[in-house]
């Protein structure tokens, strides 16, 4: 999906129909294998699995609980599956050319930068996490929870000094708020065609859920 605008749209769309209705989280997963598998973060049944055992641990607890588990597990995984999508679709800059387009150059850029700026760190949290892990294998050490505290605390400690540097890089360019940036898209059909299924699946999922019944309740009372 070229355009960032309408895949944003179609993140948000998707994301609430996941989380009203399981058939909305159902249809969603069905939107990504047929319009998103392409392009995605999920290359592997390993990296599948590290997507879904999170949502299946708090699945297991809502059942020990006396919740409906499995409801919870579907409608996470597609959440997170379609997260995954769009990280893996966007591409530098993206969050800066839809903040500018939809809120301007104050707000929106100020949005903007702030997001890129996070993606940013989150890209290369990514990378030194694949860098420790191809480390410990060549040194033939397993990787045991004793030392993800060690792992993690070393590199929160090399966000939080790049975080300062950019700060400090900013101030000293004269950066106060907004900014100059004239963004521009590409639209094809297909993106068109995408975000109108998206959009279905949406309604669907407020018709089936229980978004109704609760605005009803509301209104009644």
């Not at 355009?3 to 249809?27: E, H, K, N, Q």
């Not at 069905?30 to 319009?35: N, P, Q």
């Not at 990296?47 to 006396?66: K, T």
């Amino acid at each position: 999906m070229q355009d960032p605008r309408i895949r944003l749209v179609t993140t948000i769309m998707l994301s609430i129909a996941a989380w009203i209705s399981v058939p909305g989280a159902i249809l969603s997963i069905l939107w990504w294998l047929v319009c998103g598998r392409a392009r995605t973060s999920i290359k592997t049944l390993r990296s599948l699995f590290l997507i879904l055992v999170i949502p299946a641990v708090m699945g297991l607890a809502a059942v020990w609980s006396g919740g409906d588990g499995l409801s919870y597990f579907i409608r996470i995984s597609a959440v997170l599956i379609i997260a995954s999508w769009m990280y893996a679709e966007r591409y530098p800059g993206e969050l800066l050319d839809v903040g500018v387009w939809f809120l301007g150059t104050k707000t929106g850029f100020d949005l903007g930068l702030i997001g890129e700026l996070s993606m940013s760190s989150l890209d290369t949290m990514a990378r030194e996490v694949n860098r420790i892990s191809i480390a410990l294998r060549q040194k033939g050490t397993p990787f045991s929870p004793g030392i993800i505290p060690a792992v993690f605390s070393g590199i929160l400690i090399r966000q939080l000094n790049l975080a300062h540097e950019r700060a400090i890089l900013l101030t000293l360019r004269g950066y106060t708020t907004g900014g100059t940036h004239c963004p521009s898209f590409t639209s094809t059909f297909t993106d068109w065609l995408n975000g109108t299924f998206s959009c279905t699946i949406f309604l669907y999922s407020l018709i089936t859920g229980d978004f109704f019944n609760i605005s009803g309740s509301i209104f009644i009372i």
